[in-house]
């Protein structure tokens, strides 16, 4: 199965404070059929999200939105066993082992690596 088939219809949310990466990511995830939630630019918006979302299949999340890590929302999601991938500009060693077994995406992103490692990792 390729990326676009394994995201067609899934619904993902996107957690990135610049606009124009925002706007970029989901314009590429819609292309490949993915049902983008959000974007939301906080760590309170993401977690507030996360709250009323019934129905949620993979995430792409910013390490680092305003002064704030993006650790909160990854703990929502990581306790919900929604798969997720890190788009940051931080190496693997900024992050904390807690969070060593999610991917990270190095900025600036390549959309379509990207699609395909969120694709992978999300379940069938």
Known sequence: MGRAEALRGRRVLIVEDEYVIAGDLAVAL???????VGPVGSVEEAVALLEKEEVLDGAVLDLNLGNERAYRAADALLARGVPFVFATGYGREAIP???????RCEKPVDTSALAKLLSSRLRP
């Open 30 to 36: 819609e292309d490949d059929g993915a049902v983008v």
């Open 97 to 103: 082992n807690a969070y060593a077994q999610v991917p």
